[in-house]
């Protein structure tokens, strides 16, 4: 089976997270947390940094490693190394999602989540309440 190894950045403002919409391919319409592949010889911190320019124009600070995915899709297992972040700036563009939410705890199930990133959920629901 084809191994696909990505980073997604967590970013939280408040009691709030960012999810984004995918705008194309098998799951589009599904929610996810925004990031990408690793290039060849890029630590997952400034692969995070770089997709994020990428993807919606603007720069994080990468915290700490929330917690890495390992999930089978049809096609490929994706691995995914999720990580809590922070915007530099409130400037977010949107370049290649549908669309963006930020979320709190009351609202984190109201969108239709991958199914890898759909089991970070518990773990989000414990960051958002602790205060951090």
């Known amino acids: 089976m084809k191994r696909i190894e990505v ?25 996810e947390f925004p990031g990408g592949k690793m290039e060849e010889g890029e630590t997952p911190e400034e692969a995070l940094v770089r997709e994020i320019r990428e993807e919606l124009s603007a720069d994080v600070n990468v915290g700490k490693l929330l917690h890495t995915v390992e999930w089978d899709y049809p096609q490929f297992h994706l691995t995914m190394h999720c990580y809590m972040c922070s915007l530099t700036h409130d400037a977010l563009h949107l370049n290649e999602h549908e669309a963006a939410k930020w979320l709190d705890s009351t609202t984190l199930h109201s969108v239709k989540w991958l199914p890898a ?10 960051e958002l309440h602790s205060g951090m």
């Open 117 to 126: 990133d759909e089991i970070l959920m518990p773990l989000l629901e414990r």
């Open 7 to 31: 980073v997604a950045a967590i970013i939280r403002k408040g009691d709030r997270i960012f999810a984004t919409q995918r705008g194309y391919g098998d799951f589009k319409d599904w929610w």
